[in-house]
């Protein structure tokens, strides 16, 4: 079998007295939409905040394509191929929309500091691979129209691919998507959907974190759910559907 490409192992976390995340196991491979679910306070915010690097964890290992990076910053790991949207749109009020993204590029920019300064011919030839990056992504999320549009001015729902859009100029090779399609309604929704699919078309694994069953049960092929901080099941849309322990976490006994 392939290697996963992302792998938590007894993955745990506590502030003080309070376990948010306590031995969380999954992994998912290349090229994979898998779903991370759970109730209000179940630990999804502080998984992805682990597995991004924002935060440390208590105990437990990430690997990330074969290598551990439990101990990496989020600036170490973004080069591995390792990037991530907010739950809270996160753009730069006073760039434009093309010049947000421009700036993500710059992970994989290679050229010296000196062949920038001085214009060489080899600097000028990545910078305008680099605008052209920009023009295909922004046309591949739906911004192409904005794209000289100042990043606060456009709406919310443009603003959350503008993220995707960011997150994407850094060539990643897994996208967490902390609640993507938060304030969207169904139209953008759908089309937000599609997007995913075509992330994945380009080889990019995507891990959903998300409360809108819809689109989880339309892009994953796999959901693993979370409540008070452990995982309690794991397993194909119609598996979670059904599996009478996840309708206990997010219903109650009673129903």
């Known amino acids: 079998m392939a290697e996963p490409l992302l792998a938590l192992s007894g993955l ?9 995340v306590k031995d969380l196991s999954f992994s998912m491979g290349s090229g994979e939409i898998v779903g991370l679910i759970g109730p209000n306070g179940s630990g999804k915010s502080t998984s992805v905040n682990l ?12 690997r990330f394509a074969g290598t551990s990076v439990s101990r990496l910053t989020v600036s170490e790991r973004v080069p591995l191929g390792l990037a991530r949207t907010f739950q809270t749109t996160s753009v730069f009020p006073e760039f434009s929309v093309r010049e947000q993204v421009l700036t993500a590029c710059h992970v994989r920019y290679r050229s010296s500091a000196s062949g920038s300064v001085f214009r060489l ?5 990545e910078e305008h691979a680099q605008h052209a990056k920009v023009e295909e992504i922004l046309a591949f999320v739906g911004l192409a129209a904005v ?7 456009i709406s919310s729902a443009q603003q959350r691919l503008l993220m995707i859009a960011t997150a994407l100029a850094t060539e990643p090779r897994l996208l967490l998507l902390d609640e993507p399609a938060a304030g969207m309604v169904a139209k953008e929704r759908k089309d937000l959907a599609a997007l995913i ?5 380009r080889g990019t694994a995507v891990l959903v974190i998300e409360h809108h ?4 049960m339309e892009v994953c092929s796999r959901i693993v759910v979370l409540n008070f901080g452990q995982k309690i099941a794991e397993g194909t849309p119609a598996d979670i559907q059904r599996n009478p322990v996840v309708i206990d976490a997010y219903l109650g006994g009673a129903h």
């Open 12 to 20: 745990g976390k506590h502030f003080g007295g309070v376990q948010a």
């Open 51 to 62: 597995i991004s690097g924002t935060l440390p964890p208590s105990n437990g290992d990430i």
């Open 121 to 125: 011919a080899s600097a000028r030839r």
């Open 147 to 153: 794209a000289g549009e100042a990043a606060s001015a």
């Open 197 to 201: 699919q075509r992330i994945r078309g």
């Open 213 to 216: 069953m819809g689109l989880i």
